[in-house]
């Protein structure tokens, strides 16, 4: 089954102990992105990456990497969460050339206290 | 002002209903647009996309007016499993998406 994999689907941690939230998807999709969604703001991009050792900011970067080693993983990594990052988290692939039709993952809540 | 605006609602209405969203965006330039369907704590999916002529799908229907920067969706026949939000997506250019906060349709018996 197409499908964009995400884990943790749930996950509350302390303030300041590192975090990866992993992401893979097996439809060979060039273009990842991460999102976070908090109530009233909608959907707020993180880091894209358009290919394999690509990666470039979202609107909020500030507190997060990433990484693209391979086509298939894009891991989130929170080096020292804090209380603002508690959000739910998404992330996405889209094949290149394609517009709008992404492929979202179930989603990693996550809580920071 | 965010760039995509939509009513959050709630909308409230009963089965068979035919009910209306509005979403303005801000940017002129912006490219292709979509709508998507959120379910509970669950992922957003594609809904349909938004084309100039206006474009249909069963029970739903999108329409995008660019000379004012609006888009809609019409739901017709409204039945209780279209109970969701709904996601206004503005496709800026090359996959720079943006989301509206989304509207949130209750379908009562």
């Known amino acids: 089954e197409a499908q964009v994999t995400q884990n943790p689907r749930y996950l509350i941690t302390v303030t300041g102990k590192k975090l990866t939230v992993t992401c893979s998807q097996n439809m060979n999709h060039e273009y990842m992105s991460w999102y976070r969604q908090d109530p009233g703001l909608g959907l707020r991009q993180i880091y894209y990456?358009?290919?394999?050792?690509?990666?470039d900011k979202g609107d909020v970067p500030e507190g997060y990497k990433v990484s693209r080693k391979e086509k298939r993983n894009f891991p989130l990594i929170l080096e020292s969460p804090s209380p603002n990052q508690t959000s739910l988290y998404f992330c996405?692939?889209?094949?290149?050339?394609?517009?709008?039709?992404?492929?979202f993952g179930s989603g990693t809540r996550l809580t920071v206290v | 002002r965010k760039e995509v605006e939509q009513d959050p609602g709630p909308f409230n209405v009963p089965e068979g209903a035919t009910v209306a969203f509005n979403c303005t965006y801000s940017n002129s330039a912006s490219q292709s647009f979509f709508w998507y369907r959120q379910d509970c704590r669950k992922e957003p999916k594609l809904l349909m996309s938004v084309y100039s002529s206006g474009n249909e799908d069963g029970r739903f229907t999108a329409q995008l007016n660019r000379a004012s920067q609006y888009i809609s969706l019409l739901i017709r026949d409204s039945k209780l499993s279209d109970s969701a939000t709904y996601l206004c997506v503005v496709n800026r250019n090359n996959n720079d998406m943006r989301f509206g906060a989304g509207t949130r349709l209750t379908v009562k018996p």
């Open positions: 996405a692939s889209i094949p290149r050339g394609m517009i709008g039709g992404y492929t």
């Open positions: 990456s358009m290919n394999v050792e690509v990666t």
